[in-house]
T-cell receptor, first 115, second 113 residues
Framework: GAVVSQHPSRVICKSGTSVKIECRSL??????MFWYRQFPKQSLMLMAT?????????EQGVEKDKFLINHASLTLSTLTVTSAHPEDSSFYIC???????????FGEGSRLTVL | GDSVTQMEGPVTLSEEAFLTINCTYT??????LFWYVQYPGEGLQLLLK?????DKGSNKGFEATYRKETTSFHLEKGSVQVSDSAVYFC????????????FGSGTRLLVRP
């Protein structure tokens, strides 16, 4: 099966620092990856669509300067939370679309805690 | 726009009970429909899907039938286990060809021994 891996799975940082989360498709190429944020009452919010070799497309209300997304290769997308604050604490989940197919595969999620 | 509505949880059942989690959708046309499951502390996994009306998706004892008449895709399992405790999301693809998924709010299932 197709595997998507996120790293780190958990990260704790101080307020004002930046944190990078990686999303890798391990055994397939992914032209498109998506980043979601999951809130405490479990609802999933799509933050942005990440396309290999081009700028990410952000959903309305998501600050692009706050949440930097880079999709430098067909197997890696990164989300950097810049100048993190406690309200950025959340569970971030990525998904990857297998190139040429429609199905999405999800990473195991990354829990960010900002102190 | 397209949307998905799920029943609110949590749903608490005893082991071997029958499960139904309701899902209805609003969409243009007849999109594929999905159920995803999220176990505690993990990401989402595709549980089952149906690609056209009257299709039945099934996996791990779970079933859901694509009903265009009632625009529904209810998830059912005849006998739940403690290990089924998780959050279940109904979803459909956005119609803008972006491959984005539109998720319901999720329903938490707790199965007690």
């Amino acid at each position: 099966g197709a595997v998507v891996s996120q790293h780190p799975s958990r990260v704790i940082c101080k307020s004002g620092t930046s944190v990078k989360i990686e999303c890798r498709s391990l055994d397939f190429q992914a032209t498109t990856m998506f980043w979601y944020r999951q809130f405490p009452k479990q609802s999933l919010m799509l933050m942005a669509t990440s396309n290999e070799g081009s700028k990410a497309t952000y959903e309305q209300g998501v600050e692009k300067d706050k949440f930097l997304i880079n999709h430098a290769s067909l197997t890696l997308s990164t989300l950097t939370v810049t100048s993190a604050h406690p309200e950025d604490s959340s569970f971030y989940i990525c998904s990857a679309r297998k190139t040429g197919a429609g199905e999405l595969f999800f990473g195991e999620g990354s829990r960010l805690t900002v102190l | 726009g397209d949307s998905v509505t799920q029943m609110e949880g949590p749903v608490t059942l005893s082991e071997e009970a029958f499960l139904t989690i309701n899902c209805t959708y609003t969409a243009t046309g007849y999109p594929s429909l999905f159920w995803y499951v999220q176990y505690p502390g993990e990401g989402l996994q595709l549980l089952l899907k149906a690609t056209k009306a009257d299709d039945k998706g099934s996996n791990k004892g779970f079933e859901a039938t694509y009903r265009k008449e009632t625009t529904s895709f209810h998830l059912e399992k005849g006998s739940v286990q403690v290990s089924d405790s998780a959050v279940y999301f109904c979803a459909l693809p956005a119609m803008d060809s972006s491959y984005k998924l539109i998720f319901g709010s999720g329903t938490r299932l707790l199965v007690r021994p």
